[in-house]
Nanobody, 127 residues
Framework: QVQLIESGGGLVQAGGSLRLSCAAS????????MGWFRQAPGKEREFVAA????????DYADSVKGRFTISRDNTKNTVYLQMNTLKPEDTAVYYC????????????????????WGQGTQVTVSS
């Protein structure tokens, strides 16, 4: 059975930090790209960050560059999102995703290109 299970969300004050984790099982981790997306109430799901299987390609949304760091530990089948200097506008449900995408493709940025999704974890940043 394929599963992606996120953890690490919560409530934090502006300027604070959180670390999200996504543990993958089954075929999910065989997908070569792992990504993080987020969705705020009334808004579409948006790209946050993605990482290729060996970490050779890492992409970030402009809104999180310099503040968020994505990483993966293939020995633990886990991908992480370290979020620093959080802002109220970062408040959303964060979703982990996995897909088989071409290395140099722009597909990394589009949620419909990913095959597997976690259930989401809420991140709330208070001002």
């Amino acid at each position: 059975q394929v599963q992606l299970i996120e953890s690490g969300g919560g409530l934090v004050q502006a300027g604070g930090s959180l670390r999200l984790s996504c543990a993958a099982s089954g075929r999910a981790y065989s997908m070569n790209v792992m990504g993080w997306f987020r969705q705020a109430p009334g808004k579409e799901r948006e790209f946050v960050a993605a990482i290729s299987w060996n970490g050779g390609r890492i992409d970030y949304a402009d809104s999180v560059k310099g503040r968020f760091t994505i990483s993966r530990d293939n020995t633990k089948n886990t991908v992480y999102l370290q979020m620093n200097t959080l802002k109220p506008e970062d408040t959303a449900v964060y979703y982990c995703s996995a897909g088989t995408l071409k290395y140099y493709s722009t597909s990394y940025y589009y949620p419909n290109k990913y095959t597997y999704w976690g259930q989401g974890t809420q991140v709330t940043v208070s001002s």
